[in-house]
């Protein structure tokens, strides 16, 4: 008798921390909802909102943060990019899809059989992924972890991946390593995408994620910036390159004529991607 209680006790202990650890996903899927949804929070907010103490709440972010979701700074956590921090992958990919979707779509038609491409970490040329069997065979270059998931086993295409150091908020490999081997390759294009542009200069708020993309400019013979909408309106402090640098400039069709008629008077070749709705 006193073996079958035992057996139950554990049983009951281990379907308490089983239904904890399921309330404890659920919890911090929707903290990780909210904070994305409103840019930034105060964590103390977030105690009013799921009902939970102070402690819970920082061990959630924290939690959060580790995945490379986050930023934590002075009780905030924030989700959206500043002028120096720039979002996680995870963010970025639930913002401006169907602009980004279109511009990758747009891009596809720089894209010729035999090819070799260097692909960045951004998830605006992730999108260019599911249209690249249409156009093989092509030698994808890569630092991003998603789109090397992405394109493992896509037939025809040739995946090589670039190694390097690991960072968690871009899901990708970034650093001394990485350029090394970047600088021993030579590719016919380099599709490229930046957090900002501003006074006719790329920006991004990241010096490793600068000096990356920057080697896959550099070593590669065509190179083509998507940019959606949203990155005209941005700053950010490490300068990548000037808009007149780059061979195509591919834009959606809501950034603002200003700054298409702006890059045109500059000589600029400027591709303008329409979006589901048909806008121009």
């Known amino acids: ?17 089983d239904s ?49 979701i986050f930023r934590k700074t002075r009780g905030i956590v924030t989700a959206a990019a500043t002028n120096l921090i720039e ?15 279109a511009i990758a779509e747009a891009a596809m038609q720089f894209v010729e059989p035999g090819q070799a491409i260097f692909f960045d970490d951004s998830t605006t040329v992730l999108q260019m992924a599911s249209h690249l069997s249409a156009k093989v065979p092509i030698t994808a270059i890569t630092n991003s972890l998603t789109l090397m998931n992405a394109l493992t086993g896509m037939h025809d295409v040739t995946l090589l991946a670039l190694g390097g150091q690991y960072y ?32 006719g200069i790329v920006l991004h708020q990241s010096p490793e994620t600068v000096d990356t993309k920057r080697a896959m400019f550099d070593c590669s013979v065509k190179r083509i910036l998507l940019a959606d909408h949203t990155k005209f309106e941005r700053r950010a402090l490490h300068s990548f390159a ?15 004529p200003v700054h298409i008629d702006r890059m045109r008077s500059r000589d600029i070749n400027v591709v303008v991607a329409r979006t589901s709705d048909g806008r121009m």
Do not use: P
């Open 87 to 101: 979002s996680s992958d995870v963010y970025r990919s639930s913002r401006q899809s169907a602009e980004k979707k």
């Open 168 to 199: 968690n908020w871009c899901n990708a490999f970034m650093g001394r390593m990485t350029i090394s081997e970047i600088k021993g390759l030579r590719a016919d294009i380099a599709f490229i995408s930046m957090s900002a542009i501003s006074d």
């Open 20 to 68: 904890r650890q399921t309330r404890q996903v659920a919890r911090r899927r929707m903290i990780a909802e909210a904070v994305m949804s409103e840019g930034s929070m105060r964590i103390e907010d977030l105690t009013d909102r799921f009902g939970i103490s102070l402690m819970t709440a920082h061990r959630d972010v924290d939690e959060l943060v580790s995945r490379g």
């Open 1 to 17: 008798m006193t073996q079958k209680t035992n057996q139950g006790d554990e049983l009951l202990d281990q379907l308490t921390s």
């Open 242 to 256: 000037a808009l007149d640098e780059f061979d195509v400039v591919i834009v959606d069709d809501k950034t603002l």
